[in-house]
């Protein structure tokens, strides 16, 4: 079984400052994760994504995720926020290669990024 | 290319109605997921399709959804008798097949049952 916890449902930064959004997750094979962005009324986008190799993952917009297997988390940052930042982001997790179910995705309950002028 | 797209992209039912809602995924994608998003929450996996075999429907809540794909590429998720508490989101995903492969979103119909 797999399932991920995202600390904070509402973050709120000012334009220019350090974004952090947490990610725990857990799992009981090694897991894939990942970080979608949703805009209002818009599907999920792939922000970037860790399956192997490189723990330090770097994705668009100036997103990165570092993969901590001891601390089973997989936090997303951005040195300096942006307006157009602003929306839901989503951290997901699935089995990886060890996963039967095609690689179904387990998300979070989501985290609502605000960014103040 | 064209991305996966949904339809339609909002169903407003009366209570005890049926719903049927289309996904179009990118042509070509093996795998097929659905997915619904209750308001204010993540999603969460419905049912997978591999081709047309229906190979996961363990996160269907209950009998009166059924999905299909019948040609292996658009796929229809059906809810019979809705209830108010089908209103939600409706995502349709799809992605090449192998363990590495990223799945592109559409954009959701949104199901509101009066």
């Known amino acids: 079984a797999q399932s991920v916890t995202q600390l904070g449902s509402h973050v709120s930064v000012s334009e220019g400052a350090l974004v952090l959004l947490r990610c725990n997750y857990s799992?009981?094979?090694?897991?894939?994760l990942f970080w979608y962005v949703q805009y209002p009324n818009q599907g999920l986008q792939l922000l970037l994504k860790?399956?192997?190799?490189?723990?330090l993952v770097k994705g668009i917009n100036g997103f990165e995720a570092e993969f901590k297997k001891s601390e089973t988390s997989f936090h997303l940052t951005k040195p300096s926020a942006h307006m157009s930042d602003a929306a839901e982001y989503f951290c997901?997790?699935?089995?990886?290669?060890?996963?039967?179910?095609?690689?179904?995705?387990?998300f979070g309950g989501g985290t609502r990024l605000m960014v103040k002028p | 290319g064209a991305g996966v797209s949904q339809s339609p992209r909002y169903k407003v039912a009366k209570r005890g109605q049926d719903v049927a809602l289309r996904c179009d995924p990118i042509?070509?994608?093996?795998?097929l997921f659905w997915y619904q998003q209750a308001l204010g929450q993540g999603p969460e996996f419905l049912t997978y399709?591999?081709?047309?075999?229906?190979?996961?429907k363990s996160g269907l809540p209950s009998d009166r959804f059924f999905a299909e794909r019948p040609e292996g590429s658009v796929s229809t998720l059906k809810i019979q008798r809705t209830q108010q508490e089908d209103s939600a989101v409706y995502l349709c995903?799809?992605?090449?097949?192998?363990?590495?492969?990223?799945?592109?979103f559409g954009p959701g119909t949104r199901l509101t049952v009066t």
């Open positions: 995903a799809s992605t090449t097949g192998t363990h590495l492969g990223e799945q592109y």
């Open positions: 799992s009981s094979v090694p897991p894939y």
């Open positions: 860790y399956t192997t190799g490189a723990t």
């Open positions: 997901a997790v699935s089995g990886g290669r060890n996963n039967n179910a095609g690689n179904m995705l387990t």
């Open positions: 042509s070509g994608h093996v795998s």
């Open positions: 399709f591999q081709n047309e075999a229906q190979l996961d």
